[in-house]
């Protein structure tokens, strides 16, 4: 509910407030006396698109504040947690303009785009009259409006529609990576069958690279170490000291003790070169290899790095290589089989919206008839009994909400051709159908405040009077402001305020006076009369105020 309007420099108006209520709020006054400002003010601080120079002729800027109240589940708390505000029970909203056409929003003192103060007002205000471009008479609404009207629930819809596109995305996409596939399918099968023949494993390139190292080394140093071999066995040193031993040990008896101890380090050498022997006879072994081994080691080495060049990966990367080649290889083996699985997915998600479309559709059909026998019964008390209003539904192209395109045409005379609200109906006539299609489409309260813009325009009498009770039915679950010159309609109103416009020197401004029971009179009978209010007007304003 909109709980208050300041205004501040804006047009004629230097100060301003309107404190509003609960229920019917009725604005009138003079032809000229600033009630359209009222309506532009508002219409700045909600961010709609409307007049530029609204600056005060001398003031340094404008500045507008309006001030609601949200109750809890209010559409404009889900808006602003988008925006990143924190609102609870109550948004301030705050706009300032400037002469060179600078302008400023904030919500609760918090700066925001004038999109994000669109979005939200949205959500508060919804404003009707002959030139209403944003609500009934927009033909890009009217299937959100029957769809309301009819309780349909379009989110399993709208999922289905996701899934449509998710299925033939991903078709699509399968589709795009086997034609890529079959642009290398040569490149892959040779590849593939390349690194399976040679079947790398990780570590291997460093085991042979060590293998090879160590051969090559070995291959250099076994000569020597034969040689050593030579020289420490039978034709050499042991052969040399075995001889020495024997020629000692024959004259040992005769040297009277003098050889004994040479013969002892000679004993003792001997076992010393044995387990040199037996060392060097070891290595040997070990340095013993096959030169066919070498050059097989050399041979895969060689291999695995060039194919890791040649598809520039790591050696021991290659394995892994191989399986993803393989795998790609594999899914263009499978491509239509695959394919054929998707396209059935696609199909079988292209169906299942079809058939949920048609659902949506039907029920749309139906309340179709609904809003149009209650259009019926809500335009004969407004004098238009002869009018025919019709909801029509025409084909659309699919998308996330149905197959739909949702038309409110009218024909306002019997035989005449029906169509479009906006483009039939003349300035009297489309007041009363968008008051009577509002009364038909509002089934409770929707947390909006309705604002009404001499909706009563070209009525008078009984039908003046039915367009204002309408208003206070819309009223007894909504906040509805209404600007009118109508006298029925005013004395209906549960608040009413008479805007002025009074001169002072060379200052022309507008004022707004909230009015008791006494002023009330005084307004409608003024609104019955004209300039010069008579004691039948009186009479006939307490009637109507009691009726």
């Not at 695995?304 to 990966?313: E, N, S, Y």
């Not at 679950?477 to 600007?483: F, H, K, M, P, S």
Request: proline share 3%.
């Amino acid at each position: 509910m909109l709980r208050s309007l300041e205004i501040r420099d804006i047009l004629i108006v230097d100060r301003l407030v309107l404190d509003l209520g609960p229920g019917l709020n009725v604005l009138t006054g003079e032809t000229g006396a600033g009630k359209s400002i009222l309506l532009d003010a508002l219409g700045m601080v909600l961010g709609w698109k409307g007049r530029a120079d609204l600056v005060r002729q001398g003031a340094e800027r404008g500045e507008v504040t309006a001030v609601f109240d949200l109750p809890a589940g209010h559409p404009a708390l889900a808006a602003l947690e988008a925006a990143g505000i924190a609102a609870e029970g109550e948004l301030i909203l705050r706009r300032t303009a400037h002469p060179d056409g600078r302008r400023q929003a904030y919500a609760n003192d918090r700066r925001v785009t004038a999109e994000a103060l669109r979005t939200v007002s949205e959500t508060l205000v919804e404003l009707h009259g002959q030139h209403d471009d944003r609500g009934l008479l927009n033909p890009r609404g009217h299937r959100a409006l029957l769809d309301a009207f009819a309780g349909v629930d379009l989110a399993p819809l709208r999922a289905l529609w996701s899934a449509q596109r998710q299925a033939r995305d991903t078709l699509y996409e399968a589709e795009a990576q086997i034609a890529r596939a079959k642009t290398e399918e040569d490149f892959l099968r040779h590849a593939v069958a390349e690194l399976k023949k040679l079947d790398p494993k990780p570590g291997e390139e460093a085991a042979l690279d060590s293998r090879r190292r160590g051969m090559q080394a070995a291959a250099r140093i076994r000569e020597d170490v034969a040689r050593a071999l030579a020289a420490l066995s039978d034709d050499g040193a042991e052969g040399r000291m075995r001889d020495a031993q024997r020629w000692l040990e024959d004259v040992a008896d005769r040297a009277e003790g003098g050889l004994d101890a040479p013969l002892a380090a000679l004993g003792r050498a001997m076992i010393e070169l044995a387990e040199a022997q037996a060392g060097v006879e070891a290595c040997l072994e070990v340095l013993e290899f096959n030169p066919a081994e070498l050059e097989a080691a050399e041979e895969r080495l060689f291999a695995i790095r060039a194919l890791a060049r040649k598809h520039a990966v790591a050696p021991d990367d290659l394995a892994g290589h191989t399986q993803a080649l393989t795998l790609r290889l594999q899914a263009l083996d499978a491509g239509e089989a695959g394919l054929s699985r998707l396209s059935a997915a696609v199909v079988e998600a292209e169906a299942a919206y079809a058939d949920a479309a048609r659902r949506v559709s039907a029920l749309r059909a139906e309340a179709a008839v609904r809003l149009d026998r209650a259009m019926a019964a809500e335009l004969a008390p407004l004098k238009m009994e002869r009018a025919v209003f019709a909801t029509v539904l025409s084909a659309a192209e699919p998308g996330p909400e149905g197959q739909d395109q949702i038309t409110f045409t009218v024909a306002t005379n019997p035989g005449a051709p029906p169509g479009p609200l906006n483009r039939i109906a003349s300035g009297g006539e489309l007041s009363r159908f968008l008051l009577a299609l509002k009364v038909c489409l509002t089934g409770g309260g929707e947390g909006l405040t309705m604002i009404f813009d001499e909706i009563d325009r070209g009525v008078g009498g009984a039908t003046a009077d039915a367009v204002g009770r309408r208003l206070k039915a819309l009223a007894e679950t909504a906040q509805v402001l209404v600007v009118t010159h109508s006298p029925q309609v005013a004395a209906l109103g549960a608040h009413h305020w008479r805007v002025e416009k009074r001169i002072s020197g060379d200052s022309t401004l507008s004022t707004v006076t909230a009015l008791d029971a006494v002023a009330r009179v005084e307004e409608i009978a003024r609104m019955l009369s004209g300039d010069t209010v008579t004691d039948a007007a009186r009479q006939a304003a307490r009637a109507l105020l009691q009726s």
